[in-house]
Structures are given as C-alpha cells and as structure tokens.
C-alpha cells in the first residue's frame, strides 16, 4: 500500500493558488482559465472572517454596477446646490464640521483606522 499524502488544507491551497496566480500558469504551465479564477476567489472568500465578508460583497457590488460613473438627478441637483452655495460662502473647515459632533481631529483619526 502506498502512503497518502494528508490532504492541504484550505489556507494551504490558497497559499499555492496565490504561488501559481503570481506566475500566471498552473502546475502544468499551463494559464489559469476562468473556472480557476473562480475557485481561488471562493476558497479566499471562504477564508474571511465574518467581519469581513460583508466588505468583500460590498466590493464586488461596486465591480458588478455598471452606472456606477452616472450621477441620480438629485445627486446632481446636490452637487449643483453644493457648488452654488460654495461661490458665495468660504468653506467649513473639517475642524469645525468635527467640533459640531463634539468629536477632534484625534478622534477623526482613530475612528477612520477602525474596521
């Protein structure tokens, strides 16, 4: 009887599948095709943690919308009242806007390096 290998684990596979995608060939040289692709995808979104999966989904919404670069009417109505009311007033420094909210630059920076 021959000795089996232990099957790779799910990380383990991605690591190779990471190896190969970087040289664009798989084992036998050959280029990685579409269903490939898809395999590796899935293993990686398998791998995230739950906190995480939602950000993922997000992302491939924002490949999948094709209108993505066309503004609503009334996103550009905003901008258009934005842009009015910005040639007759100075701008509101971010400080202020903060300090509106009881929050400080400090707090802004921390809050943008949470998940």
């Given at each position: 009887?021959?000795?089996?290998?232990?099957?790779?684990?799910?990380?383990?596979?991605?690591?190779?599948?990471?190896?190969?995608?970087?040289?664009?060939?798989?084992?036998?040289?050959?280029?990685?095709?579409?269903?490939?692709?898809?395999?590796?995808?899935?293993?990686?979104?398998?791998?995230?943690?739950?906190?995480?999966?939602?950000a993922?989904?997000?992302?491939?919404?924002?490949?999948?919308?094709?209108?993505?670069?066309?503004?609503?009417?009334?996103?550009?109505?905003?901008?258009?009242?934005?842009?009015?009311?910005?040639?007759?007033?100075?701008?509101?420094?971010h400080?202020?806007?903060?300090?509106?909210?009881?929050?400080?630059?400090?707090?802004?920076?921390?809050?943008?390096?949470?998940?």
């Amino acid at each position: 009887m021959f000795a089996r290998r232990p099957k790779a684990s799910l990380k383990d596979e991605v690591r190779r599948w990471r190896l190969v995608s970087n040289r664009g060939e798989n084992k036998k040289g050959m280029s990685l095709d579409l269903q490939q692709e898809r395999q590796q995808a899935h293993a990686l979104i398998d791998l995230l943690p739950p906190a995480k999966l939602g950000a993922v989904r997000n992302l491939l919404e924002v490949f999948l919308d094709e209108d993505s670069d066309t503004l609503s009417p009334a996103e550009a109505r905003a901008i258009a009242e934005a842009d009015e009311w910005s040639k007759h007033n100075e701008p509101i420094p971010h400080e202020q806007v903060l300090a509106e909210f009881g929050l400080s630059m400090a707090d802004w920076e921390k809050i943008s390096r949470e998940p």
